[in-house]
């Protein structure tokens, strides 16, 4: 199922994306292998199977603009392997496209999406203390801060 907001699409992978998975998996965006793309693929779809209403296994949905759809700009989802009621929120976009309010749009749209579509009551998140930009996001996108880690870094937390 494709997710949208304003200016994004926000999709599960297939193997339609084969080649903009590759430019743009891991997270740290150095091209990979056809097979380490495929691969990539076939987990994310697994993962995705093993999501139910008021479990969150892990949903991790590719980030794309509206004006160019077939674009892998970045990655956003739910990580609820620490915990399967309250995931965790991500976001990892593309160095280009940040500052741009494309985090803030996939934090509502991914706290609508745990709220509405699998009825969780909360999700947290954190960031590194000298990330402004990703505290920002998830204060403007409905999330509170709630305390800190040890060093300082800012926790975050949602409920629905």
């Known amino acids: 199922m494709d997710y949208q907001t304003e200016q994004l699409i926000l999709h599960p992978v297939t193997e339609a994306d084969l080649p903009e998975v590759a430019r743009t998996w891991p997270s740290d965006h150095r091209p990979v292998s056809e097979a380490e793309a495929r691969g990539a693929i076939?987990?994310?779809?697994?993962?995705?199977?093993?999501?139910?209403?008021g479990c969150i296994y892990h949903l991790c949905l590719a980030v794309c603009g509206k004006d160019h759809p077939?674009?892998?700009m970045g990655w956003c989802g739910l990580d609820g392997r620490a915990s399967h009621t309250e995931p965790e929120i991500f976001i990892l976009l593309d160095e280009e496209y940040r500052g741009k309010g494309y985090g803030t749009q996939c934090v509502k749209e991914l706290l609508r999406?745990?709220?509405?579509?699998?009825?969780?009551?909360?999700?947290?998140g954190g960031c590194d203390k000298d990330n402004t930009a990703s505290k920002r996001a998830m204060e403007k996108g409905g999330m509170v801060q709630y305390g800190t880690e040890e060093g300082g870094d800012p926790l975050f937390r949602f409920n629905a």
């Open 42 to 53: 076939d987990y994310m779809r697994d993962n995705y199977a093993k999501n139910t209403r």
């Open 70 to 72: 077939g674009t892998i």
């Open 113 to 124: 999406i745990a709220a509405e579509d699998f009825c969780l009551q909360s999700v947290h």
